[in-house]
């Protein structure tokens, strides 16, 4: 099996999670962004602490605004 083919495998099998989740994001391999590999977090942990960090202009208010409008519309979705 190819290094690739072990990546995709590892991301899908360690973000595949009972009940609804949010996506994150896409899976990056060698610097390319690989299709319908999504980086996901499950609805269930969303109430926990988390850190977004990094540098000027690497995108964490950006990061923030998607993570809290994907959030928005699953709760608009079981209201």
Do not use: W
């Not at 899976?27 to 942990?45: D, M, R, Y």
């Not at 995108?59 to 928005?72: D, M, Y």
Request: with cysteine; proline share 1%; charged share 20%.
């Amino acid at each position: 099996m190819s290094t690739l083919e072990n990546f995709k495998t590892l991301i899908t099998d360690g973000y595949n999670f009972k009940g609804d989740s949010l996506i994150l994001g896409t899976a990056i391999f060698n610097k390319e962004a690989q299709q319908n590999l999504h980086v996901k977090i499950p609805l269930s942990t969303i109430n926990r602490h988390g850190l977004i960090a990094g540098a000027t202009g690497t995108g964490k208010t950006k990061t923030v605004q998607l993570f809290a409008e994907s959030l928005s519309e699953k709760v608009f979705l079981f209201c």
